[in-house]
């Protein structure tokens, strides 16, 4: 089971990114999937999830109304359109998978499936 992130990168206050997490050896379908991100200095937090068995959406306050999460069946794959950058967005992005697709708990603690992260620098 694997997960890969991608579309990080170094933009300025304001851009845009899209990042991508792709699975491999198991769907999508069955699993919820978190992005989190963590800072230098600072805690790895839940900021966006898509629980496919109810069809909602989670956002922390933080990234709410800025960043879209979205998943593409066919690919496998689940996207975070993130607008609006802020300095503050700069963090390793991570997805992470649990195999549970009704519910989005935010501690880490919750998912056994972990990508390498991608790099997102914002620079005011």
């Known amino acids: 089971l694997q997960l890969v992130e991608s579309g990080g990168g170094s933009v300025p206050s304001g851009d845009s990114l899209r990042l991508s997490c792709v699975a491999s050896g198991f769907s999508l379908d069955y699993y919820g999937v978190m992005w989190f991100r963590q800072a230098p200095g600072r805690e790895r937090e839940g900021i966006s999830c898509f629980a496919i068995g109810t069809g909602q959406s989670f956002y922390a306050d933080s990234v709410k109304g800025r960043f879209t999460i979205s998943k593409d069946r066919a690919k496998n794959t689940v996207y975070l359109q993130m607008n609006s950058l802020k300095t503050d967005d700069t963090a390793v992005y991570y997805c992470?998978?649990?195999?549970?697709?009704?519910?989005?708990?935010?501690?880490?603690?919750?998912?056994?499936?972990w990508g390498q992260g991608t790099q997102v620098t914002v620079s005011s």
């Open positions: 992470a998978a649990r195999s549970d697709r009704y519910s989005c708990p935010t501690k880490r603690q919750y998912y056994n499936h």
